[in-house]
């Protein structure tokens, strides 16, 4: 398992590219991070922000490869609201609800992808970050 390592501040990495660009070494970028923010980065860290930003002109966060969500934000909102306002209802009746699976042309390509698995596994997640007041 992998463990989450704190992301470096978008401030903090467009201040270490000022440094580079002002002609101060890694290991003095490193320091004067410290000093400025508080926040301890390796030299590592330093190289690696220098060298993304000299490949991409950028220190945004690259984009994630990854499968992309079934639901979308609006869609998961509406069936939570749903489900609050009638707990009586259940995946099976959810899926075929006009409200939130409206007949249209997209709609048989979509019923390939969205099921009642779907539809639960949203319903558990937003459970669990209510239940434990995490954020999504």
Not at 73 to 86: M, Q, T, W
Not at 91 to 114: E, I, M, V
């Amino acid at each position: 398992m992998e463990i989450d390592k704190p992301r470096i501040p978008l401030e903090v990495r467009y201040f270490i590219i000022a440094q580079n660009t002002a002609g101060y070494k890694q290991l003095e970028i490193v320091d004067q991070v410290l000093k400025e923010f508080g926040i301890s980065v390796s030299q590592g860290s330093v190289s690696y922000i220098i060298s993304k930003y000299t490949e991409d002109k950028t220190v945004e966060d690259r984009s994630r490869s990854g499968r992309p969500k079934k639901l979308s934000k609006e869609e998961e909102r509406a069936l939570v609201k749903a489900v609050e306002s009638d707990r009586t209802l259940n995946a099976t009746r959810l899926f075929g609800d006009p409200k939130l699976n409206p007949p249209g042309p997209l709609t048989s390509q979509l019923d390939l992808f969205r099921g009642p698995s779907t539809l639960m596994a949203c319903l558990t997640r937003q459970i669990l970050l209510k239940r434990f007041r995490l954020k999504p």
